[in-house]
């Protein structure tokens, strides 16, 4: 089992930063990729940004170029460095780890909240 400990949301104005962070810990051997993704409500849960084990990322096109993913593979941490916050990235963002097998676990989930 791999468990995911977010922190960093909050409330932030329009123009803001934010930074998110996700420590794994467990059965933390043979990860693949870690990420983030988002849910506001009502709507479904979209990729954020993730990162392969060997530095590859990809962002959803509503974020790129505002947001930045980043891995410690040593430490088994990903964060994500949130400039130029929009009221629309309002949500819940949830970490996200891949093991190479397929197996995907979940964080509990952080509230971002951007005001206008």
């Known amino acids: 089992q791999v468990q995911l400990v977010e922190s960093g949301g909050g409330l932030v104005q329009a123009g803001g930063s934010l930074r998110l962070s996700c420590a794994a810990s467990g059965s933390v051997f043979d990860i693949n990729a870690m990420g983030w993704y988002r849910q506001a409500p009502g709507k479904q849960r979209d990729l954020v940004a993730r990162?392969?084990?060997?530095?590859?990322?990809t962002y959803g096109d509503s974020v790129k170029g505002r947001f930045t993913i980043s891995r410690d593979n040593a430490k088994n941490t990903v964060s994500l460095q949130m400039n130029s916050l929009k009221p629309e990235d309002t949500a819940v963002y949830y970490c996200?780890?891949?093991?190479?097998?397929?197996?995907?676990?979940w964080g509990q989930g952080t509230q971002v909240t951007v005001s206008s």
């Open positions: 990162i392969s084990s060997g530095g590859t990322t």
């Open positions: 996200h780890l891949r093991k190479g097998l397929g197996r995907e676990y």
